[in-house]
């Protein structure tokens, strides 16, 4: 199956930082997906990208689609508690979506 | 609207029986999956179905089956459960469409438990 890294692997911030992670394919993907999961629940879409090169922001969250088509990055400006939890990026390609590993993040206030 | 809903929330079964995952949702979407959450790990693709009567092959088919006779119902079937079962299981549904294709409900997770 697709491969999806996914790094870092977790993350202790101190409130009011920024965060950066990152994912990368060894396959071309039509969509990247970036999704948070909170224990006990399902994931739930963060932001979408459709073309290479494409940067989308959402509130304090911004992510960028690579040019390649094989990685994607995201980053939260400005951390709150609140921001806890496993983020996971997803690649899309025909009706099959891959997900990544996820990058566990926890914020102290 | 509930959104997508599962049932059972937990269960625990023997090796060897099989069962059924329920999933409903009350969205009108055509398309519905079914994923397995391994511990640690990314979720994996099990099978979708992008209408009724219609279903395909995710990443991780193997020791599942499924059907798709109405809109709304998505059931997971485990004919013959084995450890390697153990996992968190979700189901989604989308619309179809680039505006709504991938944006995917999550429902709230099966945790199932083979020994």
């Known amino acids: 199956g697709q491969q999806l890294n996914q790094s870092p692997q977790s993350m202790f911030i101190q409130e009011g930082e920024d965060v950066s992670m990152n994912c990368t394919s060894s396959?071309?993907?039509?969509?990247w997906l970036w999704y948070k999961q909170e224990p006990g629940e399902g994931p739930v879409l963060l932001i979408a990208l459709y073309k290479a090169g494409e940067l989308t922001s959402n509130g304090r969250l911004t992510a960028q689609f690579g040019i390649t088509r094989k990685d994607s990055f995201l980053n939260i400006s400005a951390s709150i508690p609140s921001d806890v939890g496993i983020y996971f990026c997803?690649?899309?390609?025909?009706?099959?979506?891959?997900f990544g590993t996820g990058t566990s993040l926890t914020v102290i206030p | 609207n509930a959104g997508v809903t599962q049932t059972p929330k937990f269960r625990i079964l023997k090796i060897g029986q099989s069962m059924t995952l329920q999933c409903t949702q009350d969205m009108n979407h055509n398309y519905m999956y079914w994923y397995r959450q391994d511990p640690g790990m990314g979720l994996k693709l099990i099978y979708y179905s992008v209408g009724a009567g219609i279903t395909d092959k995710g990443e991780v088919p193997n020791g599942y089956n499924v059907s798709r006779s109405t809109t709304e119902d998505f059931p997971l079937r485990l004919e013959l459960a084995a450890p390697s079962q153990t996992s968190v299981y979700f189901c989604a549904s989308s619309l179809p469409g680039l505006a709504g294709f991938e944006t995917q409900y999550f429902g709230p997770g099966t945790r199932l438990l083979v020994l």
């Open positions: 396959s071309i993907f039509n969509t």
């Open positions: 997803a690649g899309q390609t025909g009706n099959q979506f891959y």
